[in-house]
């Protein structure tokens, strides 16, 4: 396990406790002073994990303000940055250096840096709905391969998270949260190294400078991309690399090297028939889906002749798709295929 999740109301904390447990969790890697009109009922709960050189954290809690003054930079700065999505309530940052000031609501990343001064407002968007949560990552200043007078203009603004590259990293960083817990240390950093390329290309789309990206981390962004769009699209009978590389703009030939290389030897085709299975072998003991015919089960995930999706089913599991929904013994499914989707 990277690290153990930290939840202050699950230790029955509350109240200004509450509050101190909360602020400590968090200043270990954001900096700041942090204070709330909401101390004296205070309850929240924070997850933290560091993944290589990056922190992924995500949180809930009633009001709360964070400063940070020049006088703490002269004192120290970590040189981070501080990205944060927020999922719940409402928000507003400021840089009192730039005098730029920036409202924020659900869907919508904010970027501060710890060599910049920035303050920062959350609350709970009505008293049907008190808190905020928000998810982040806080990463060096070094990881990005974006120069820091570029990403200067995009501290502290608003950036989309539910568009573009912008909606790539806010799928990954909300899954990544739910799957902390399950991360074996090798998968921790190499995650990081994923989360930093959707960073990475996330600013450069909004700067228009893709082109400025060291060619690896534009590849590595693109495969992740390639992947999710596989996975959304699995009841697809049509999906192919050709409509793939069609939609991620790109030669069908140049894909194919790409893919290959990066997943050691495994071809766009094969990954694509392997995610229908693991999706069939799934979906095959779902409660809800339990009165479905089992070929209505194949065709959900683009395949439409029975006979076939059976002969690739048992070659893949050693067991047939009927067998398999009444419990019998199936082999074990992969742990990235079982994760998947």
């Known amino acids: 396990m990277p690290v153990t999740p930290e939840t202050a109301a699950n ?9 101190e447990y909360w602020r400590e969790a968090m200043g270990r890697t954001r900096v700041a002073e942090m204070t709330s ?46 990205l944060t999505m927020l999922t719940a309530g409402r928000g507003a940052v400021a840089l009192p250096d730039s005098g730029r000031a920036q409202t924020l609501v659900p869907g919508q990343f904010h970027l501060v840096s710890s060599s910049q001064p920035y303050e920062s407002r959350f609350s709970g968007a009505a008293a049907a709905h008190p808190r905020t949560e928000g998810i982040g990552i806080d990463l060096p200043v070094s990881l990005l391969p974006v120069p820091p007078r570029r990403i200067r203009h995009l501290l502290g603004r608003a950036l989309p998270g539910q568009q573009g590259t912008g909606a790539i990293l806010a799928s990954f960083l909300l899954g990544l949260d739910r799957q902390l817990p399950t ?11 994923v989360a930093v390329d959707l960073l990475s290309a996330c600013l450069a789309r909004e700067l228009d400078a893709e082109d400025t990206l060291p060619e ?14 596989v996975r959304h699209h699995l009841h697809d009978p049509d999906l192919t690399p050709s409509k793939i590389a069609e939609a991620h703009h790109v030669s069908l030939s140049y894909l194919h090297r790409l893919f290959t290389r990066d997943s050691q030897g495994v071809t766009l085709a094969a990954y694509i028939r392997r995610q229908r299975l693991a999706k069939a072998y799934r979906d095959l003991t779902d409660p809800a889906l339990r009165t ?12 439409n002749q029975a ?8 070659a893949a599991y050693g067991i047939s798709p009927s067998d398999h929904r009444h419990g019998g013994a199936a082999k074990s499914l992969p742990r990235t295929e079982a994760q998947a989707g």
């Open 292 to 303: 479905l015919p089992i070929h209505a089960v194949a065709a959900r995930c683009g395949i």
């Open 307 to 314: 006979s076939a999706f059976t002969r690739a089913f048992k």
């Open 11 to 19: 230790d029955g904390l509350d109240g200004v406790d509450c509050f």
């Open 37 to 82: 009109d909401h101390v004296a009922t205070f309850k929240a709960n924070v997850r933290q994990a560091r993944l290589g050189p990056t922190v992924v954290l995500g949180t809930a809690f009633p009001s709360i303000r964070v400063r940070r003054t020049g006088r703490m930079i002269r004192q120290s700065d970590e040189e981070l940055y501080h």
């Open 216 to 229: 690896e981390t534009r590849h590595r962004a693109m495969l992740h991309d390639v992947r999710a769009f």
């Open 183 to 193: 991360l074996r240390p090798i998968e921790a950093t190499r995650l990081s190294t």
